[in-house]
C-alpha cells in the first residue's frame, strides 16, 4: 500500500480498506458507520478529514452529483458511471475510457484537458429500467 499523506494511520488505513471492499459507492456517513464497526471511536469529523487526504493523495475518488452529500470511489482509475434517478444507486460502467475526447478538445483549442469524467443517468435494472 502506498503512503498516503505524511503517514499511513489505522483510521485511513480502515477507511481506505473499507472503500476498495465496496462497489456501492458510499457517503461519509455510511463509510462511518462500518469504520465504528472497527474503530468504535473514530469520530465523523476524522472520516471526512481522512477522505480528503485520501482523494488528494490520488487514493480514492470523489463524486458529487449537485446533491448535498458526497460520494466516494475506492476505484481511483478514471471510469464512467450510471447514476439511477430513482434509487441514487451509482453503478461503475464498464466501457474504455474515450480519451479521443480529450485529443478533439486540444485541437479546439479550448483547453489542455487532464482526465474527464462521464456518468450516464437514466433507472437501474431494479428500478424498472429494462435492459
Same mark, same amino acid.
Given at each position: 500500500? !502506498? !503512503? &498516503? /499523506?505524511?503517514?499511513?494511520?489505522?483510521?485511513?488505513?480502515?477507511? %481506505?480498506? +473499507?472503500?476498495? /471492499?465496496?462497489? =456501492?459507492?458510499?457517503?461519509?456517513?455510511? &463509510? $462511518?458507520?462500518?469504520?465504528?464497526? &472497527? %474503530?468504535?471511536? +473514530?469520530?465523523?469529523?476524522?472520516?471526512?478529514? @481522512?477522505?480528503?487526504? %485520501?482523494?488528494? =493523495?490520488?487514493? +480514492? %475518488?470523489?463524486?458529487?452529483?449537485?446533491?448535498? $452529500?458526497?460520494?466516494?470511489?475506492? @476505484?481511483?482509475? @478514471?471510469? $464512467?458511471?450510471? #447514476?439511477?434517478?430513482?434509487? /441514487?444507486? #451509482?453503478?461503475?460502467?464498464?466501457?474504455? &475510457?474515450? =480519451?479521443?475526447?480529450?485529443?478533439?478538445?486540444?485541437?479546439?483549442?479550448?483547453? !489542455?484537458?487532464?482526465?474527464?469524467?462521464?456518468?450516464?443517468?437514466? $433507472?437501474?435494472?431494479?428500478?424498472?429500467? =429494462?435492459?
Amino acid at each position: 500500500m !502506498k !503512503k &498516503i /499523506g505524511k503517514r499511513m494511520t489505522k483510521q485511513k488505513k480502515v477507511i %481506505l480498506e +473499507i472503500l476498495r /471492499g465496496t462497489k =456501492s459507492h458510499p457517503t461519509a456517513d455510511w &463509510i $462511518y458507520e462500518q469504520a465504528r464497526k &472497527i %474503530l468504535p471511536d +473514530i469520530s465523523l469529523g476524522t472520516v471526512y478529514r @481522512n477522505l480528503g487526504v %485520501l482523494k488528494e =493523495s490520488g487514493e +480514492i %475518488l470523489e463524486l458529487n452529483y449537485g446533491s448535498t $452529500y458526497s460520494r466516494y470511489d475506492g @476505484n481511483p482509475v @478514471n471510469h $464512467y458511471h450510471f #447514476v439511477c434517478l430513482k434509487c /441514487g444507486k #451509482v453503478l461503475d460502467v464498464d466501457m474504455p &475510457i474515450h =480519451s479521443e475526447l480529450e485529443r478533439e478538445i486540444k485541437q479546439e483549442g479550448i483547453a !489542455k484537458v487532464l482526465y474527464h469524467r462521464l456518468e450516464f443517468y437514466g $433507472y437501474c435494472a431494479e428500478c424498472g429500467g =429494462s435492459l
